[in-house]
């Protein structure tokens, strides 16, 4: 232990010493003075890139600094909605393509009542007709060979259609309804033609209050 503690004594006096030489070399040869320069800033340059998470060999490779944008791959899914005036309007919305059909159909629901994003929106594009968010009540989507049947859930139907009818006292129940339906079964129908939309209220084929459109009948594209 003592030997340790000498051999560490003779360690740090030796660094001192070299410090004390160094500062000697500093004020008297200017040699000593560009070499601190230089090291100083060879050694701030590479831990700045460093801390950034950019290697300074990239400065090396032509356009390393300006990376090449990647390929949008998404894919368009048509989403059918209305103006303010009743006009029937189809709009592009982007989803990641290896989406299953019933999670399509599912996104296209969301997206009826959700404004697109500016890049999604075209300049031209009339505005659109709020709508209430009743892609909350699917319980189930079905996608079959040649058709698709959708399960809803009465209560969250209910439950939303009263939450925007609060903030939206000048709609009806009756418009709001029959145009989120109509809406969505045109956007299934545009994104799988030649295919039939039959829908459930909590697994059964029935109708709902206030809706002019038919629930217990299968829809085709006309």
């Not at 320069?37 to 950019?54: P, R």
């Not at 890049?119 to 505005?127: L, R, S, V």
């Not at 039959?198 to 002019?212: F, I, K, N, W």
Request: proline share 7%; net charge neutral.
């Amino acid at each position: 232990m003592q030997r340790l503690r000498e051999r560490f004594r003779a360690y740090v006096s030796s660094l001192r010493q070299a410090f004390q030489n160094y500062q000697q070399n500093l004020n008297q040869q200017s040699s000593t003075r560009f070499l601190t320069f230089a090291w100083s800033c060879a050694i701030s340059f590479v831990a700045f890139f460093l801390l950034a998470a950019f290697p300074p060999v990239y400065l090396l490779l032509p356009g390393a600094l300006y990376p090449a944008p990647r390929a949008d791959l998404r894919v368009a899914l048509p989403v059918a909605t209305f103006t303010h005036g009743g006009k029937p309007v189809l709009v592009d919305r982007f989803i990641h393509p290896d989406y299953s059909a019933e999670e399509r159909i599912k996104l296209m629901a969301h997206f009826i009542s959700q404004l697109p994003s500016p890049g999604e929106y075209p300049a031209n594009m009339p505005d659109l007709m709020p709508l209430p968010h009743l892609g909350l009540a699917i319980r189930k989507v079905w996608k079959t060979e040649n058709g698709v049947v959708i399960d809803l859930r009465r209560k969250t139907i209910d439950t939303e259609v009263d939450v925007f009818l609060k903030s939206h006292a000048t709609k009806k129940k009756s418009e709001v309804l029959d145009a989120w339906f109509q809406a969505f079964t045109a956007g299934i129908l545009q994104q799988y033609p030649g295919s039939y939309v039959e829908y459930r209220l909590d697994g059964e084929v029935e109708e709902l209050e206030d809706l002019d459109f038919a629930l217990d009948r299968r829809h085709l594209k006309p």
